[in-house]
């Protein structure tokens, strides 16, 4: 081929690929909405998966948007009540016409959006729900890689990795919280120990919102167990570690569902404290695709939104996964039409960065990808299984 | 069922004793306004949140002792109480109707403060709240302790205030008739400013407080409203010993259900304490 047919061709190519980029302008783009808890008692949290929306909304339409076209987003802000979010997905399918959905955060909200779209026969990509048993929506497919039964399954991850450790427990406390993802799973723990052979030397339950935790403190340290399970969600963990240091007393082993991760791992006082991870900037983790490039962009913009840790953890995993879970399915079934995408994803893992999700066992749930992790010197580090571990880290007992 | 150790019901009391110190010294401003100027002010928890907000940026960032931040918070709180009752006279509210302008405000100031901090939490760090003595078996938190001494000061001077002075004598008596009051040469517009101003004055100081000990969460304000409107309703509106006295009760009953019953109990007790007393004395709210 000569030289002029050379640059011929190279010139029809560039002619060819700025006329598809600006066809791809000239589409409508295609519209994704949701709601977030942007105001409320769930808005810190929320305001993690609006960073990693806004991310992941830059990225797809850098690489060219979806199918051809650009992608906006539509957030609508559900002031963390479920029955506003009902409503506002109402709203989002039936006037805004979006043409996809994302989930919103949290469960409760999620519950409702699911009934919005199961009536409308849309697919549903959800961050965070935390009672697989109630997702009973055929075309709902969750990023929260909890596995159909967490009751069971997310107990006996934590009690495995202390059957591990140095100085396996022998007695238990149970506290938890009554907020319903977080009570649950509390109950589980407390049959899982039980089959396992822990004595429970203390069982309490505390309200939502509960604002003295010096009572709670004191029956812990006069009950002085082996390992304190917290059912605990946002800053309750906190609060029940300011009250125990108050009257003197550290937990041997202390287990926190879900805590707001920032604050605790700061906490001088949440030394050894364990959780549970889907996702931590550490290998292997940090190896997926994509990761450390979203794991950059993240800094850089939660600094920017105001939020004070800018780490890259459970949430805002999930809710990136959330998102390659959505776009998958979109170029998979090679369409926006909701059966096909679902039907897609029935049947198709997707790869995301906390590992490869399927969604073909019971509520589309499929493993449980939970890892457990500990504060160790002020960062969260994966502790077990090994495989997932940090680099040198083991699990410390105190 | 075994019974709690001596040491776990001590201290559930004097963990009850504290929260309640601080259901008290909320409470204080709130029944004042509520008692005697007949605005039910639920801007004065998104105030308490405010302040418990400056004081945690002015001790954090500013550097300066969470305490001397009281200089700056309490003048900046009784302007606001001021403004607040300036803005509400205006419109000759009822009592109900001053409830639902002032809830309009307390969410305005929640919006403010998330956009200036972000709703994400925010945690004083100062050398008082690891501070704390033990006496035989038990734990005194300090900045738990400091906020019982204020309440209990506060309280007392209030009380001494209203009994001893001009315009203790002055505020009541508008309280009790207005226009007889208003007769006798009382200007009533100025008193109802000034109390106004000492009611946001006690907000600031209760958000100090609120700072010293908790976590801050802009939407954390709602989760007291409860508890503190049954504190006021229980010691009696306009009271300045009362709410301290029904938020100790409060405060240790809920404590002590928490040691021997279940946590989740506890806050039943308050709103069973209020229920029994207006079954008892109709009159008393």
Not at chain 1, 13 to 36: E, Y
Not at chain 1, 233 to 259: C, D, R, V, W
Not at chain 2, 205 to 218: D, E, K, Q, R, Y
Request: contains cysteine; charged residues 15%; glycine residues 10%.
């Amino acid at each position: 081929m000569s030289l002029v047919h050379r640059v011929a061709r190279g010139v029809a190519a560039l002619v060819i690929f700025v006329a598809a980029g600006a066809f791809a302008q000239g589409q409508p783009p295609i519209r994704i909405g949701s709601t977030l808890a942007l105001t409320g008692p769930l808005a810190a949290t929320s305001l993690v998966h609006k960073v990693v929306g806004e991310i992941y909304v830059e990225q797809l339409n850098r690489r060219g948007g979806l199918l051809g076209r650009p992608v906006e987003w539509i957030v609508r802000d559900d002031q963390s009540k479920p029955d506003l979010a009902r409503t506002l997905y109402e709203q989002l399918i039936t006037v805004d016409k979006v043409d996809l959905l994302m989930g919103p955060y949290a469960t409760g909200a999620i519950l409702s959006a699911m009934g919005v779209a199961q009536r409308y026969n849309k697919v549903l990509v959800h961050h965070t729900f935390g009672i697989p048993a109630q997702a009973k929506y055929d075309m709902q497919f969750p990023a929260w890689s909890l596995g159909p039964t967490p009751e069971v399954s997310v107990p006996n991850t934590v009690f495995d990795a202390l059957a591990a450790s140095p100085a396996p427990p022998k007695t238990i406390a149970v506290v938890t919280s009554k907020f319903p993802s977080v009570h649950f799973m509390s109950l589980g723990a407390r049959d899982v120990a039980k089959k396992r052979g822990l004595n429970e030397v203390l069982f309490l339950e505390w309200d939502f919102g509960n604002l003295d935790y010096g009572p709670i403190a004191a029956r812990i340290k006069d009950a002085n167990p082996d390992f304190l399970w917290v059912g605990a969600i946002g800053l309750e963990g906190n609060q029940l570690l300011e009250a125990m240091s108050k009257i003197g007393y550290t937990p041997k082993e202390h287990f926190y569902m879900y805590p707001a991760p920032g604050p605790m791992s700061k906490s001088a006082l949440a030394r050894n404290a364990l959780s549970m991870t889907v996702f931590e900037e550490h290998p292997p983790f940090t190896s997926a695709p994509g990761a450390k490039e979203f794991i950059e962009l993240y800094h850089a913009r939660a600094a920017k939104a105001g939020i004070p840790d800018t780490a890259v953890e459970v949430q805002a995993a999930a809710s990136y996964t959330a998102w390659q879970i959505l776009e998958a399915g979109v170029r998979g079934a090679g369409s926006l039409d909701d059966k096909a995408i679902g039907a897609w994803l029935h049947t198709h893992p997707v790869d995301t960065i906390q590992g490869k999700l399927r969604f073909d066992g019971p509520h589309n749930y499929g493993d449980d990808l939970m890892r457990v992790k500990q504060v160790q010197d002020g960062h969260w580090v994966t502790v077990y299984p090994a495989a997932y571990a940090a680099p040198g880290a083991t699990l410390r007992v105190q | 069922m075994t019974l709690p150790s001596a040491t776990l019901v001590a201290q559930s009391a004097l963990s009850g004793l504290f929260i309640g110190g601080l259901y008290g010294l909320m409470g204080l401003g709130l029944g004042l306004s509520w008692g005697l100027l007949h605005v039910i002010n639920l801007a004065h928890f998104a105030l308490a949140f405010l302040a418990a907000y400056l004081c945690y940026q002015l001790a954090s960032v500013g550097g300066m002792d969470p305490f001397a931040t009281l200089a700056l918070i309490v003048p900046l709180c009784f302007a606001f109480g001021v403004a607040l009752q300036w803005l509400l006279s205006r419109f000759d509210l009822s009592p109900l109707n001053s409830l639902l302008a002032t809830f309009g405000l307390t969410a305005i100031v929640e919006a403010g403060i998330q956009g200036v901090w972000t709703a994400d939490f925010r945690k004083l760090e100062t050398p008082y709240a690891a501070l704390h003595w033990q006496v035989g078996t038990l734990y005194v938190p300090a900045a738990e302790l400091v906020t019982l001494a204020a309440a209990v000061g506060l309280s007392f001077a209030v009380y001494a205030a209203m009994r001893f002075t001009d315009l203790g004598r002055a505020l009541r008596a508008l309280a009790e008739d207005a226009p007889i009051a208003s007769a006798f040469g009382i200007d009533a517009r100025r008193h109802a400013l000034v109390l106004s101003g000492v009611c946001g004055a006690l907000a600031g100081i209760a958000g100090v407080c609120l700072a010293l000990s908790f976590t801050l969460t802009p939407s954390q304000m709602y989760a007291w409203i409860g508890v503190v409107f049954a504190t006021v309703m229980l010691g009696g509106l306009g009271s300045p010993l009362g709410p301290l006295a029904a938020g100790i009760v409060i405060g240790v009953s809920e404590a002590l259900t928490s040691a021997f019953v279940s946590p989740s109990w506890a806050p039943i007790v308050s709103f069973t304490l209020l229920i029994a007393l207006l079954l008892a004395r109709p009159g008393r709210a």
